[in-house]
């Protein structure tokens, strides 16, 4: 690690996901926690206060419906309404089950028997996998359409239970606002990718996500101006509790991404600060600027520029801004962080951008560690290295070969309470 202090930012407290979502609501209110697009052309604006409101009318329409602690699916694309329906199923109603919406129709069912779930939240996108799923499947009491917008026997609207949730509430029900949670309790089944084996149903509860997402803001710098890109699948437990629930705690806006060949577009539209992605994308975004360089003749003073402005320290990082602006430009003006995970970044490239002025660091983490277990920070880091364990996490290699490589293993509040129903 470069010879810089480790420096532990100042966090908010929260006891669960729900302080979580309302200490927000209370602190950064109107402000735009979403920009979404639902077909249309302009981003429009979800407050926090909106996303507050959502979640508990869903959720007391959910209990009203009969499923208190009951297992609830959430599958679809990234959108303001997949977030709003994770939130209101693990802050009150009762065990929350994100599925990839990318597998084969058998594995969607195979989770949903597996994690033995009574209802599912879905997109119109998955419309006909649904609708055969429930030919076969007795056991799943709801279908939750996020875009139906008429209601016939098992199949019910996202829509109309907001306006149900909202009339009950009115009416003086507070099965959802007040109902209590343990936070050292299963609150999600997220189901492992499979790739050594058939998928693990990792069971985590509101103090593993709490305690992860609380240490993370407390090793890297994030406020309520940055805005980040939607961009992984949101199911997959780096996305949802980095890209997601944390921007959320720390007052930020997520701008949802249109798809991978709209990042720079999206970028350019939200004035995006912030991008959490796979190396390959960071890759191929980082060999694009360097072509665009040189098509314009213009590599050999970039790379003389480079050298000088990292000659001056902490002031050349300033003048990069200016420097490098058209740089900038192409992706919105305002881009100040890259954070990769889920593989190993190429060091050339962290360094690349840093050079042009743009912070990029990756870190290590897994699904069973609610994700984070380990980060570079903005004051130290080491391109080669996944990063130092979060503040509390303890890490070691045991087993080692003659080659000190081993299992890594991890201690801490974010470790998992187990594989659901697989000691």
């Given at each position: 690690?470069?010879?810089?202090?480790?420096?532990?930012?100042?966090?908010?407290?929260?006891?669960?996901?729900?302080?979580?979502?309302?200490?927000?609501?209370?602190?950064?209110?109107?402000?735009?926690?979403?920009?979404?697009?639902?077909?249309?052309?302009?981003?429009?604006?979800?407050?926090?206060?909106?996303?507050?409101?959502?979640?508990?009318?869903?959720?007391?329409?959910?209990?009203?419906?009969?499923?208190?602690?009951?297992?609830?699916?959430?599958?679809?694309?990234?959108?303001?309404?997949?977030?709003?329906?994770?939130?209101?199923?693990?802050?009150?109603?009762?065990?929350?089950?994100?599925?990839?919406?990318?597998?084969?129709?058998?594995?969607?069912?195979?989770?949903?028997?597996?994690?033995?779930?009574?209802?599912?939240?879905?997109?119109?996108?998955?419309?006909?996998?649904?609708?055969?799923?429930?030919?076969?499947?007795?056991?799943?009491?709801?279908?939750?359409?996020?875009?139906?917008?008429?209601?016939?026997?098992?199949?019910?609207?996202?829509?109309?239970?907001?306006?149900?949730?909202?009339?009950?509430?009115?009416?003086?029900?507070?099965?959802?606002?007040?109902?209590?949670?343990?936070?050292?309790?299963?609150?999600?089944?997220?189901?492992?990718?499979?790739?050594?084996?058939?998928?693990?149903?990792?069971?985590?509860?509101?103090?593993?996500?709490?305690?992860?997402?609380?240490?993370?803001?407390?090793?890297?710098?994030?406020?309520?101006?940055?805005?980040?890109?939607?961009?992984?699948?949101?199911?997959?437990?780096?996305?949802?509790?980095?890209?997601?629930?944390?921007?959320?705690?720390?007052?930020?806006?997520?701008?949802?991404?249109?798809?991978?060949?709209?990042?720079?577009?999206?970028?350019?539209?939200?004035?995006?600060?912030?991008?959490?992605?796979?190396?390959?994308?960071?890759?191929?975004?980082?060999?694009?600027?360097?072509?665009?360089?040189?098509?314009?003749?213009?590599?050999?003073?970039?790379?003389?520029?480079?050298?000088?402005?990292?000659?001056?320290?902490?002031?050349?990082?300033?003048?990069?801004?200016?420097?490098?602006?058209?740089?900038?430009?192409?992706?919105?003006?305002?881009?100040?962080?890259?954070?990769?995970?889920?593989?190993?970044?190429?060091?050339?490239?962290?360094?690349?951008?840093?050079?042009?002025?743009?912070?990029?660091?990756?870190?290590?983490?897994?699904?069973?560690?609610?994700?984070?277990?380990?980060?570079?920070?903005?004051?130290?880091?080491?391109?080669?290295?996944?990063?130092?364990?979060?503040?509390?996490?303890?890490?070691?290699?045991?087993?080692?070969?003659?080659?000190?490589?081993g299992e890594i293993a991890v201690k801490g509040k974010h470790v998992m309470l187990g594989y659901y129903k697989d000691d």
């Open positions: 690690m470069k010879n810089t202090k480790l420096v532990e930012y100042e966090v908010r407290e929260i006891k669960d996901l729900r302080d979580l979502v309302n200490g927000s609501a209370n602190i950064y209110e109107g402000k735009a926690a979403y920009l979404v697009k639902n077909g249309s052309k302009e981003y429009t604006e979800k407050s926090f206060i909106d996303t507050r409101n959502d979640m508990n009318e869903l959720g007391t329409a959910l209990i009203n419906l009969g499923l208190k602690d009951k297992k609830i699916a959430v599958i679809g694309e990234n959108r303001y309404e997949w977030a709003i329906s994770y939130l209101s199923v693990i802050n009150g109603t009762g065990i929350v089950v994100p599925l990839d919406r990318m597998l084969p129709e058998k594995e969607i069912e195979n989770c949903l028997i597996r994690g033995e779930v009574e209802a599912i939240i879905y997109s119109s996108r998955l419309e006909n996998e649904i609708k055969n799923i429930a030919e076969r499947n007795e056991n799943i009491r709801y279908y939750i359409g996020m875009d139906l917008k008429e209601e016939i026997g098992k199949f019910k609207s996202l829509e109309l239970l907001l306006k149900r949730g909202r009339a009950l509430i009115k009416e003086g029900n507070r099965e959802f606002l007040d109902a209590e949670i343990n936070t050292k309790e299963i609150s999600e089944i997220l189901f492992t990718s499979g790739t050594t084996s058939e998928s693990k149903a990792v069971m985590l509860s509101q103090e593993n996500l709490c305690y992860n997402i609380m240490k993370q803001c407390s090793m890297l710098y994030i406020d309520e101006k940055d805005v980040f890109l939607s961009l992984l699948p949101i199911h997959h437990v780096y996305e949802c509790v980095c890209g997601f629930l944390t921007p959320f705690y720390r007052g930020c806006t997520v701008a949802y991404c249109e798809g991978l060949k709209y990042i720079q577009k999206n970028m350019q539209e939200a004035k995006v600060t912030i991008v959490l992605a796979v190396p390959m994308i960071f890759e191929a975004i980082y060999k694009k600027i360097w072509q665009g360089i040189e098509n314009q003749g213009k590599a050999k003073i970039v790379k003389t520029l480079i050298k000088f402005t990292n000659a001056f320290g902490l002031i050349g990082k300033k003048i990069k801004r200016k420097v490098f602006k058209n740089i900038y430009d192409q992706f919105g003006g305002k881009v100040r962080l890259f954070i990769a995970g889920a593989a190993a970044v190429n060091p050339e490239v962290s360094k690349g951008y840093r050079d042009l002025g743009i912070l990029a660091i990756q870190g290590y983490g897994l699904s069973e560690c609610a994700p984070i277990v380990a980060l570079n920070t903005n004051t130290k880091m080491k391109d080669e290295a996944a990063g130092l364990p979060l503040f509390g996490t303890e890490v070691k290699i045991v087993d080692k070969n003659k080659d000190g490589i």
